[in-house]
């Protein structure tokens, strides 16, 4: 994975913005990340906090700039949730304020309290 560019891209979010590089590094090896590379170039990232039962909370996705409303989005997100030690969370979790419309093609939708959005999934994995 390179690094420089999660920790470039993760730092200057909305979501994630004043990170440090230290602090970028250290969740990606506290959590199942996965990368999406084209022409070996990474395009994309994401990864996933859980307990490798129930839930699993979604953070730090994105696609680059000029791959992006490609379909690379729901590859990575699909690379993600059939993670080999994520396949059978029940309960995925997120939270976005401007890629809705994505995650509701995925199967998520708004909690009650509308704070994020959740997919719950049966234990072979399907929405």
Known sequence: MDQSLICNFVS???WGKGRT???VI???QNSYPVALFFDKKQIGFARAISD???LAYVCDVFIVKEF???GYSRIIMDALMDHPKLRTVTKWML???DAKGLYEKLGFQDSK???YMVCERNYYGHA
Request: aromatic share 10%; glycine share 4%; proline share 0%.
């Open 26 to 28: 250290k969740s990606i």
């Open 12 to 14: 200057t979010s909305y």
């Open 52 to 54: 490798q039962c129930y």
């Open 21 to 23: 590089h230290e602090e």
């Open 68 to 70: 992006r409303k490609q």
């Open 113 to 115: 309290d509308g704070q």
């Open 95 to 97: 939270a976005t304020r």
